[in-house]
């Protein structure tokens, strides 16, 4: 007999913080009962993160105590072996810190997410967690691909510890097949004599197919979300796992899964957008990790070019299986010429004693557009545009532009422009150049990126994240302004990463005398002094 295991608040927490609304947690919930569920993994257990994250990223047992879980499924949570591993704490006062035994507690089932570098080290986790009275599942992640030998090697280690439950290995990169599937459980079969369980990834739409395949070679235990409803392109769906298997199975309902889906989870998916589709099917088909995927899709910045080309470049890194902050943004950078960095001293001291008006494209400058053209009109300010926009290109003076992921999407605009162009030149090809007019001044400022830096010099800046609107701070800095005010920079969300490397991208700038007479003129949720596009002048 299988068993089915729901992870939806768990593994769906990476697309909304872990922060569902409670009508939807009881809906779920319910439904899990309902439907028969066998196990219902209600999230992870960890130590403080850094920025919000909701109740179902530490699944705590206070909140799980104001919690209402009627009987019926076996609740579990899900902890990262590095989160014991990497805490400056012994293993036991770790797992102490963070669980208390089972007999006082509403979960039942701990499972622990583990790379296949952390196997050595996790025995003291899993005996730790036995001893609290718990059942203890350990996930292999990013099996697939891996020699059958290694494999063997970890589930004859996994064999030797005391009180393992289900031995389980993830599809995390969502390419695996249906012999691939084959292959691992065999593999592992060399040496593990327990249960096996299958986490499988849609990338490749054949999450679903990979479940009932290891279903057919003895796999016991099966993953699967609420509209697949998982990191990247998400999990096999349990109503659709449902309506296969319950025509097999009496003891599953799929009626009331099937509600929740079209009720509550359906307009989630249509607001994230997980699932499978091209870009998720070309990752999984280059070894990506899919949070690249995932975050790609999530900017609306990013077009089909930009995306294929961060994607190539991707593909190309060592250690693209995993997700590394620092070469995603390099993928972003689309610089593809190496050389050094350049540029003159032509900014100089050309706004001294004057105020320069830096516009973003935000929903603030469509919203205020004829106050912000009748605000120039009378204060004349030195205006720069960050890269092209349209609307303002009577009143512009400079537009700024650092080779980033807003450059191929409006290159066809670049022969129309007439203004000067600040740009870093060493970061574009010849062919790239000659897209712009002859009759368009190019002025040279270098610019580089290096994580946690961010100054200027004469010819050139060096900035903490490749956006352009750090290019443009450099920029006023280096023309000497008096004082800089902001329109059309909104914001994104708390948690959102281009939100995150704003608040940095200030924090760095204390040292620029223009931090000092930062104004917006339209609303943000940037921590500058805020004013008005309407306040007399």
């Not at 990169?173 to 084959?182: A, H, I, S, T, Y």
């Not at 995932?294 to 991707?314: C, K, R």
């Not at 040279?444 to 490749?466: K, M, N, R, W």
Request: net charge negative; charged share 20%; aromatic share 10%.
């Amino acid at each position: 007999m299988f068993k089915i295991l729901d992870c939806t608040l768990r593994d769906g927490g990476y697309y909304n913080h872990w922060d569902f609304s409670p009508d939807v947690v009881q809906a779920y919930i319910l439904a899990m009962v309902a439907a028969k569920i066998d196990y219902v993994e209600l999230g992870l257990r960890n130590f403080a993160q850094p920025g919000f994250l909701g109740a179902f990223a530490y699944t705590s047992e206070d909140f799980l105590n104001r919690l209402d879980l009627p009987e019926g499924p076996t609740y579990g949570v899900m902890i990262d072996a590095k989160t014991i591993l990497n805490a400056n704490l012994s293993v036991e006062d770790a797992v102490d810190a963070l669980f208390v035994n089972r007999a006082k507690s509403k979960v039942d089932l701990v499972r622990i997410a583990a790379h296949f570098h952390e196997v050595e080290h996790s025995e003291p986790i899993v005996k730790a967690l036995k001893d609290k009275g718990y059942i203890v599942g350990y996930n292999l992640m990013q099996a697939g691909g891996k020699p059958s030998s290694l494999i063997a090697e970890k589930a004859k280690i996994a064999q030797s510890w005391a009180g393992l439950d289900v031995l389980y290995f993830a599809d995390s990169l969502g390419n695996m097949d249906g012999n691939e599937v084959k292959r691992i459980v065999s593999a592992l079969r060399e040496h593990w004599q327990g249960e096996l369980g299958i986490h499988t990834h849609n990338n490749m739409a054949k999450a679903l197919d990979n479940c009932l395949t290891a279903r057919s070679v003895g796999v016991k235990w099966l993953d699967s979300t609420i509209t697949g409803m998982g990191r990247g392109a998400g999990n096999a769906q349990t109503e659709n796992l449902l309506a296969v298997v319950s025509q097999e199975e009496n003891n599953y309902v799929a009626a009331p899964v099937y509600e929740l889906a079209i009720r509550h989870f359906e307009k989630m998916q249509k607001k994230c957008g997980w699932g499978s589709n091209l870009l998720y099917f070309l990752g999984a088909q280059n070894n990506l990790h899919p949070t690249y995927i995932q975050n790609l899709l999530s900017d609306s910045h990013f077009g089909t070019d930009e995306v294929i080309g961060a994607i190539e470049y991707l593909s190309q890194q060592e250690n693209k299986s995993s997700y590394v902050s620092d070469v995603y943004r390099s993928a972003l950078s689309f610089s593809g010429e190496k050389k050094p960095v350049s540029g003159t001293s032509v900014l100089c001291n050309i706004a001294a004693n004057r105020e320069v008006l830096i516009i973003a494209n935000g929903p603030g400058l469509h919203k205020y557009l004829p106050d912000v053209i009748a605000y120039i009109q009378k204060k004349n300010p030195i205006v720069i545009a960050i890269n092209v926009i349209t609307e303002l290109s009577d009143v512009v003076d400079y537009y700024c532009l650092s080779h980033n992921n807003k450059f191929l999407s409006e290159s066809a605009s670049y022969n129309t422009l007439v203004k000067p162009v600040i740009l870093p030149k060493h970061r574009f090809s010849n062919e790239e150049l000659a897209l712009f007019s002859p009759s368009c001044p190019l002025m040279d400022y270098g610019l580089a990126v290096q994580t946690g830096e961010f100054y200027t010099e004469e010819t050139s800046c060096v900035i903490p994240f490749d956006i352009t609107v750090a290019y443009a701070f450099s920029v006023a800095e280096n023309m000497k302004a008096n004082n800089v005010t902001l329109v059309g920079f909104n914001g994104y969300d708390s948690n959102d990463t281009r939100q995150l490397e704003m608040l940095e991208t200030l924090n760095l700038m204390q040292n620029f005398q223009i931090s000092h007479h930062l104004l917006a003129l339209t609303p943000t949720t940037y921590p500058v002094a805020q004013g008005s596009i309407y306040a007399p002048v």
